[in-house]
């Protein structure tokens, strides 16, 4: 089943959890904020994307079914 990730950057407040958790798929803006690296809109199968929604301190992260 392929899913959809997406970050709200009003609600990111740049902790890195996720970047941590899940480096393959998540990665840093220059200020801090989680950004998709390119082309990971849909995880790339990534079995620890969840773990870094999970992990993120205020829920920035939703990953839905495509
Ligand atoms: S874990 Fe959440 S708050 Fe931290 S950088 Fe990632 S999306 Fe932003």
Do not use: W
């Amino acid at each position: 089943m392929s899913i959809h990730i997406s970050i709200d950057k009003d609600v990111c407040i740049g902790a890195g959890q996720c970047a941590l958790t899940a480096p393959g798929v998540f990665t840093q803006d220059d200020d801090g904020f989680s950004e998709l690296l390119p082309g990971r809109e849909d995880g790339g199968g990534d079995p620890m994307v969840r773990e870094a929604a999970r992990a993120c301190p205020v829920g920035a992260i939703t990953v839905s079914e495509a």
